[in-house]
């Protein structure tokens, strides 16, 4: 069992920063790759970044490269996603998720364990 608890949504302008968090408890944190999910009101969940069990590899969506880093803290149990440079469709509830069997997949099916997600707005 893995549990995840997000932190650190909000409301910015566009062209500012965030920092999301996600404590993990339960199953040892290293044994396990995260990632970073957002869905937007009337819009399927997507995939945004992902880091493997050490944090040495990581792969971001397309509409989010360069701009946001993904990275995690195994000692702190904690995975990070700063963003930059937010734009308006940004916006959305972002959630994190444990990859338990570190597939390297990007289908929110291949993430067995979610947290309950942040909202992000970014205002124009």
């Known amino acids: 069992q893995v549990q995840l608890v997000e932190s650190g949504g909000g409301l910015v302008q566009a062209g500012g920063s965030l920092r999301l968090s996600c404590a993990a408890s339960g199953r040892t944190f290293s044994s396990y790759a995260m990632g970073w999910f957002r869905q937007a009101p009337g819009k399927e969940r997507e995939f945004v970044a992902r880091?493997?069990?050490?944090?040495?590899?990581?792969y971001y969506a397309d509409s989010v490269k360069e701009r946001f880093t993904i990275s995690r803290d195994n000692a702190k149990n904690t995975v990070y996603l700063q963003m930059n440079s937010l734009k308006p469709e940004d916006t959305a509830v972002y959630y994190c998720?444990?990859?338990?069997?570190?597939?390297?997949?990007?289908?929110?099916?291949?993430?067995?364990?979610w947290g309950q997600g942040t909202q992000v707005t970014v205002s124009s």
């Open positions: 880091v493997s069990r050490s944090g040495s590899v990581t």
């Open positions: 998720a444990a990859d338990l069997e570190g597939s390297g997949a990007i289908s929110p099916r291949m993430f067995e364990y």
